[in-house]
Each structure stands twice: as C-alpha cells, then as structure tokens.
C-alpha cells in the first residue's frame, strides 16, 4: 500500500503462527517472517545453546589450519 505495507493471505498467517508483530529475519539470499515473540523465544534459546558450547566449538577451530 502507500505506507509501505504488505499484506500477507489469513491462510499463511495462520500457519505460519503470525500475529499482530512480526521479525523480519535476513537469511543469505532470502527472508523470513517470524512472529515476534517466537523469534525472540528461538533467538534466546539458540545463543544460550552457542553459549553453553562455545568451549568445544574452541577446541574444534583451533585444530583447523591453512
């Protein structure tokens, strides 16, 4: 519309989970629409998991050489 807006068909809101705030996520080449509260709930979860094995993603970098 004018404002910018896109509107996204009931069906895929519905199945996709999206209410009325959504994430806008970059992946490479594409897009992703998240609802906002899952995105951040997922977003949490997956740094809390990098976190929790950063010391063996360490060990493994360190072994790689050019």
């Given at each position: 519309?004018?404002?910018?807006?896109?509107?996204?068909?009931?069906?895929?809101?519905?199945?996709?989970?999206?209410?009325?705030?959504?994430?806008?996520?970059?992946?490479?080449?594409?897009?992703?629409?998240?609802?906002?509260?899952?995105?951040?709930?997922?977003?949490?979860?997956?740094?809390?998991?990098?976190?929790?094995?950063?010391g063996?993603?360490?060990?493994?970098?360190?072994?790689?050489?050019?």
């Open positions: 519309d004018g404002q910018g807006r896109i509107l996204i068909a009931n069906e895929l809101r519905a199945y996709a989970g999206l209410e009325k705030r959504v994430s806008l996520v970059g992946q490479v080449n594409k897009l992703e629409i998240w609802d906002e509260e899952s995105w951040n709930g997922s977003r949490e979860r997956w740094l809390a998991d990098v976190a929790s094995d950063a063996g993603l360490s060990e493994q970098l360190g072994g790689l050489t050019l």
